[in-house]
């Protein structure tokens, strides 16, 4: 309030009644006098200079906690970024290998013995396939770009390495004659895990990932919008409704590690399902996506105007007709706008998927949803927890692929919904 | 008239099997919440057949891997509530002011720029955000306690606590805006004609009628927090610790049931059922949290007749 207005009080009830005087009477006495002094306006505050400080503060607070929030997407974005990208390349590089019976039996020995150890363990393993897919190589010398050792791939992306001495000097050697080359790291799409860091990829997950989402989406689609359609068309105001109501937004909010241990204790240990597989991991997604559907679709189906349904009644048309050939097309847009943005969810959901089990080691791509498999957060989560450096810039490059889906996803659900939005 | 009526008598057949059938889709969602409560349940009642309950509740000491093994959950409570305190201690003022600014004092073009960014910090994995705590975060904290001296650990609480409050920003403040723009604006404007300054009407007007909706908000998030997973999984200890030191290791209570559940041993051993103890605490805490703000949020709407939030 006003200090002046109030000693305009004070002033009149002193006047008027006694003089026992609060004592905080005498301190607006005081300040009264030094500011009429000053100024003539009588409505002159004098903590009004501290007040607006005080409004401005308060606004820097505001937009400050706002700016952190958006530093730290930035910098998070960035650490990612310069950790992953490194890893859409690997190192090759240019050697003499020997092609004849005894590489084929012990495949270390293709290799000059100078150079065994800089080149990829896992390009041994590919010898005898290569002779049996070019019969001709048998018994020869070839010049061949092959996949380097982690360690030399990190030497040459100038990370921590561990390279003896002499293996150095041997690398450093490659680099002058232009032997050593930085190319495409398409390996990272088109192989599985592997415990050999140069030789892992991310297409068992990948698959993994797909697998497990169509089940998800086949089981959560229909029940979610189902639901929603009776929650939003059919369902009469009583107790059951509100029941049922509170607990979806309750299921929306139960910690996701929980239908972990739902899953574990009823799919897999009381009707058997196969452990690890994209049907258990499936499941228990869906009964995660589900409230996100069901509140989307409610939303969406809340939006079309009663004016469609009374229009469709005044025609004769049934409850169910309505439904079905009016309210549900209309509101199809919102629908898939709000699934889509579920399945990007359970797509990055990790911790129920490591409770059933998805997290084995899975070099080859699942080919049924009855199989073992893994997905992409938790393969991020297993090579996170690799000793080799190496690990750290797939780990990350995990992350951008992973990331990149899920931003197209999440445009792909603003694009539907700018392009079939309907104002009514 | 005949032919007509039949088939009016199957599709009033039909209609009746439809409804029925979207009553049974409803019905599974009670079924799941169902499903987990006692999925949980029955594997906790087994484990409190084997340990003792109050030990459990009030013993300190945790180590499931030994021959004479303990299941004390205190210290494991202890982890959990520092950093999920951490985490709300960050994520509350930051996603507060944030909703802030954007109702109140960001034009609606900035608004919809900003909120959207906000949102991708929601949409971004927590496995995500685990990496990122465990390997920037936590080292950062390690070199900055040395800075000053101090001791820190590579699984600091710190460090998974402050990642964690990042990620529930989102959750706070998109909440929170929509509640304090459902406020009516004629409360606001009748303090600013007194001459109250912005800053003043936000603070003992806004708020104070927001504030039920905003407790709704900062319960969902912490509710959000304990259950937390991947970023404590990855970035906290796994060591049951008992401190009040946020720069040592803790452990949680969801790290140890992922611990639990990943090893080999049998599934009927204490060690494993113990997950369902934890698990079983777990429910119950974050059902009452989730019940009191869907409670304090319905509340809010019914005063200000709300249908949209």
């Not at chain 1, 589900?290 to 809340?302: G, K, Q, T, W």
């Given at each position: 309030?006003?200090?002046?207005?109030?000693?305009?009080?004070?002033?009149?009830?002193?006047?008027?009644?006694?003089?026992?005087?609060?004592?905080?009477?005498?301190?607006?006495?005081?300040?009264?006098?030094?500011?009429?002094?000053?100024?003539?306006?009588?409505?002159?505050?004098?903590?009004?200079?501290?007040?607006?400080?005080?409004?401005?503060?308060?606004?820097?607070?505001?937009?400050?906690?706002?700016?952190?929030?958006?530093?730290?997407?930035?910098?998070?974005?960035?650490?990612?970024?310069?950790?992953?990208?490194?890893?859409?390349?690997?190192?090759?590089?240019?050697?003499?290998?020997?092609?004849?019976?005894?590489?084929?039996?012990?495949?270390?020995?293709?290799?000059?013995?100078?150079?065994?150890?800089?080149?990829?363990?896992?390009?041994?393993?590919?010898?005898?396939?290569?002779?049996?897919?070019?019969?001709?190589?048998?018994?020869?010398?070839?010049?061949?770009?092959?996949?380097?050792?982690?360690?030399?791939?990190?030497?040459?992306?100038?990370?921590?390495?561990?390279?003896?001495?002499?293996?150095?000097?041997?690398?450093?050697?490659?680099?002058?004659?232009?032997?050593?080359?930085?190319?495409?790291?398409?390996?990272?799409?088109?192989?599985?895990?592997?415990?050999?860091?140069?030789?892992?990829?991310?297409?068992?997950?990948?698959?993994?990932?797909?697998?497990?989402?169509?089940?998800?989406?086949?089981?959560?689609?229909?029940?979610?919008?189902?639901?929603?359609?009776?929650?939003?068309?059919?369902?009469?105001?009583?107790?059951?409704?509100?029941?049922?109501?509170?607990?979806?937004?309750?299921?929306?909010?139960?910690?996701?590690?929980?239908?972990?241990?739902?899953?574990?204790?009823?799919?897999?240990?009381?009707?058997?399902?196969?452990?690890?597989?994209?049907?258990?991991?499936?499941?228990?997604?869906?009964?995660?996506?589900?409230?996100?559907?069901?509140?989307?679709?409610?939303?969406?189906?809340?939006?079309?105007?009663?004016?469609?349904?009374?229009?469709?009644?005044?025609?004769?048309?049934?409850?169910?007709?309505?439904?079905?050939?009016?309210?549900?097309?209309?509101?199809?847009?919102?629908?898939?706008?709000?699934?889509?943005?579920?399945?990007?969810?359970?797509?990055?959901?990790?911790?129920?998927?490591?409770?059933?089990?998805?997290?084995?080691?899975?070099?080859?791509?699942?080919?049924?949803?009855?199989?073992?498999?893994?997905?992409?957060?938790?393969?991020?989560?297993?090579?996170?927890?690799?000793?080799?450096?190496?690990?750290?810039?797939?780990?990350?490059?995990?992350?951008?692929?992973?990331?990149?889906?899920?931003?197209?996803?999440?445009?792909?659900?603003?694009?539907?919904?700018?392009?079939?939005?309907?104002?009514? | 008239?005949?032919?007509?009526?039949?088939?009016?008598?199957?599709?009033?057949?039909?209609?009746?099997?439809?409804?029925?059938?979207?009553?049974?889709?409803?019905?599974?969602?009670?079924?799941?919440?169902?499903?987990?409560?006692?999925?949980?349940?029955?594997?906790?009642?087994?484990?409190?057949?084997?340990?003792?309950?109050?030990?459990?509740?009030?013993?300190?000491?945790?180590?499931?891997?030994?021959?004479?093994?303990?299941?004390?959950?205190?210290?494991?409570?202890?982890?959990?509530?520092?950093?999920?305190?951490?985490?709300?201690?960050?994520?509350?003022?930051?996603?507060?002011?944030?909703?802030?600014?954007?109702?109140?004092?960001?034009?609606?073009?900035?608004?919809?720029?900003?909120?959207?960014?906000?949102?991708?910090?929601?949409?971004?994995?927590?496995?995500?955000?685990?990496?990122?705590?465990?390997?920037?975060?936590?080292?950062?904290?390690?070199?900055?306690?040395?800075?000053?001296?101090?001791?820190?650990?590579?699984?600091?609480?710190?460090?998974?606590?402050?990642?964690?409050?990042?990620?529930?920003?989102?959750?706070?403040?998109?909440?929170?805006?929509?509640?304090?723009?459902?406020?009516?604006?004629?409360?606001?404007?009748?303090?600013?004609?007194?001459?109250?300054?912005?800053?003043?009407?936000?603070?003992?007007?806004?708020?104070?009628?927001?504030?039920?909706?905003?407790?709704?908000?900062?319960?969902?998030?912490?509710?959000?927090?304990?259950?937390?997973?991947?970023?404590?999984?990855?970035?906290?200890?796994?060591?049951?610790?008992l401190t009040w030191n946020p720069l040592e290791d803790m452990t949680t209570v969801t790290v140890r049931i992922v611990d639990a559940l990943v090893g080999d041993q049998a599934f009927d051993s204490p060690a494993t059922l113990s997950a369902f103890a934890l698990g079983l605490v777990l429910f119950v805490v974050t059902l009452v949290l989730n019940i009191i703000s869907l409670t304090m949020i319905r509340r809010f709407k019914e005063k200000y007749r709300i249908n949209?939030?």
């Amino acid at each position: 309030m006003n200090e002046a207005v109030r000693q305009d009080i004070a002033n009149i009830s002193k006047n008027g009644t006694s003089n026992d005087t609060p004592p905080a009477n005498n301190n607006n006495q005081t300040t009264i006098d030094s500011s009429d002094s000053k100024v003539a306006n009588p409505f002159y505050d004098p903590s009004l200079k501290k007040r607006h400080a005080r409004a401005k503060i308060f606004k820097v607070f505001t937009l400050g906690s706002l700016f952190f929030s958006i530093a730290f997407l930035t910098f998070f974005l960035f650490d990612i970024l310069t950790k992953g990208i490194p890893a859409f390349q690997q190192t090759y590089m240019l050697v003499e290998v020997n092609y004849n019976e005894k590489s084929v039996q012990s495949t270390r020995k293709a290799i000059d013995k100078k150079y065994r150890r800089v080149v990829s363990r896992s390009w041994y393993r590919s010898v005898p396939a290569q002779i049996e897919a070019n019969p001709e190589l048998m018994n020869t010398k070839q010049q061949v770009w092959v996949l380097a050792d982690d360690q030399v791939d990190q030497y040459i992306k100038g990370h921590y390495y561990k390279l003896k001495s002499k293996d150095k000097k041997l690398v450093d050697e490659k680099i002058q004659n232009g032997e050593i080359e930085l190319r495409f790291n398409s390996h990272f799409f088109t192989h599985g895990d592997s415990k050999i860091p140069e030789n892992s990829g991310i297409l068992s997950a990948m698959i993994g990932s797909i697998l497990t989402l169509i089940v998800t989406m086949l089981v959560a689609f229909p029940i979610g919008v189902m639901t929603a359609v009776y929650l939003e068309e059919f369902a009469p105001d009583n107790r059951f409704t509100q029941i049922i109501e509170i607990n979806i937004n309750n299921l929306a909010a139960i910690p996701s590690i929980l239908f972990g241990l739902l899953g574990l204790a009823i799919f897999i240990n009381l009707f058997g399902m196969p452990r690890s597989s994209p049907l258990v991991g499936g499941l228990t997604l869906a009964l995660m996506t589900l409230p996100i559907i069901i509140v989307s679709s409610r939303a969406a189906l809340r939006s079309i105007p009663d004016s469609i349904r009374q229009a469709g009644y005044g025609l004769g048309l049934t409850k169910i007709q309505v439904t079905k050939d009016h309210v549900i097309p209309l509101a199809f847009p919102g629908i898939l706008t709000g699934s889509i943005i579920g399945l990007a969810q359970a797509m990055g959901e990790t911790a129920p998927l490591i409770i059933v089990g998805m997290i084995a080691f899975i070099p080859d791509s699942p080919s049924s949803i009855f199989e073992a498999a893994t997905v992409m957060p938790a393969q991020i989560f297993t090579w996170a927890g690799m000793p080799e450096r190496a690990y750290i810039e797939r780990t990350a490059a995990g992350i951008i692929v992973l990331l990149s889906i899920l931003i197209s996803l999440n445009a792909l659900a603003i694009y539907l919904r700018k392009r079939f939005e309907i104002k009514w | 008239m005949k032919p007509f009526e039949l088939k009016n008598r199957r599709s009033e057949q039909i209609e009746q099997a439809i409804t029925g059938l979207l009553i049974l889709a409803s019905v599974i969602s009670i079924l799941t919440t169902f499903g987990i409560l006692f999925s949980i349940l029955f594997e906790a009642i087994e484990f409190f057949q084997l340990r003792s309950f109050w030990y459990f509740i009030t013993g300190s000491e945790w180590s499931p891997g030994v021959a004479d093994s303990k299941f004390g959950a205190v210290p494991i409570f202890a982890g959990t509530f520092w950093i999920t305190f951490i985490a709300m201690s960050v994520a509350v003022p930051i996603g507060l002011g944030s909703a802030i600014y954007m109702s109140e004092y960001a034009n609606d073009k900035v608004r919809d720029i900003l909120k959207p960014l906000l949102e991708i910090l929601a949409g971004i994995p927590t496995v995500v955000y685990g990496f990122f705590a465990a390997l920037t975060i936590a080292p950062f904290v390690v070199t900055a306690s040395a800075y000053f001296g101090l001791d820190a650990s590579f699984n600091s609480a710190l460090a998974s606590g402050v990642v964690m409050g990042v990620m529930i920003i989102p959750v706070i403040s998109s909440l929170s805006d929509d509640v304090i723009r459902a406020v009516p604006r004629s409360q606001s404007n009748a303090s600013l004609a007194l001459g109250m300054t912005k800053s003043e009407t936000i603070k003992s007007i806004i708020l104070p009628s927001a504030a039920p909706g905003i407790i709704s908000a900062a319960l969902l998030g912490l509710s959000k927090a304990l259950g937390e997973t991947m970023i404590v999984v990855m970035a906290a200890g796994l060591r049951a610790n008992l401190t009040w030191n946020p720069l040592e290791d803790m452990t949680t209570v969801t790290v140890r049931i992922v611990d639990a559940l990943v090893g080999d041993q049998a599934f009927d051993s204490p060690a494993t059922l113990s997950a369902f103890a934890l698990g079983l605490v777990l429910f119950v805490v974050t059902l009452v949290l989730n019940i009191i703000s869907l409670t304090m949020i319905r509340r809010f709407k019914e005063k200000y007749r709300i249908n949209t939030l």
